[in-house]
């Protein structure tokens, strides 16, 4: 990562814009290596974290332009908590990936700017679509 920084509207410092870069959000360990392999595999800049606090902490220092959140995670924070506090603090997109009914989750954040929402078990074919489309909308 460039050591140069720069300031996004919000005041907060922004790494500079190169390829695409993600942060999963995901509490099962398996699904959540899968994911950043198979999206590294695809050439995305990807991190991921286990918890909410933890994203919550990554995001802050690394400017995500994408986060693949899973909706309920383990702890008192869910996925719904994280997005809504990173979008506020930062300029970034939203793919949800859940178990449950993706209704309620469309219901229960109508605030956010959300990209997807993905059901478990996600095709990797799928998300990876839907990365890259939005890929191609922040270059263009």
């Known amino acids: 990562m460039a050591n140069e920084h720069s300031r996004n509207q919000s005041g907060n410092t922004a790494r500079p814009r190169g390829p ?47 986060l693949i959140c899973d909706w309920k995670l383990d702890g008192q924070r869910d996925g719904i908590d994280v997005a809504r506090l990173l979008q506020h603090e930062q300029d970034l997109d939203v793919i949800f990936v859940t178990a449950y009914a993706l209704n309620e989750l469309r219901q229960n954040a109508p605030d956010l700017r959300t990209i997807g929402c993905l059901r478990k078990p996600i095709s990797l074919g799928t998300l990876a679509a839907a990365v890259e489309s939005l890929a191609d909308r922040k270059i263009h």
Do not use: C, N
Request: charged share 35%; glycine share 4%; proline share 2%.
């Open 20 to 66: 695409l870069s993600i942060l999963i959000v995901e509490d099962e360990a398996a699904a959540r290596i899968a994911t950043r392999r198979f999206l590294q595999y695809r050439g995305f800049e990807v991190d991921a974290a286990g918890t909410a606090d933890e994203a919550i902490e990554k995001a802050r220092e690394l400017h995500p332009d994408v």
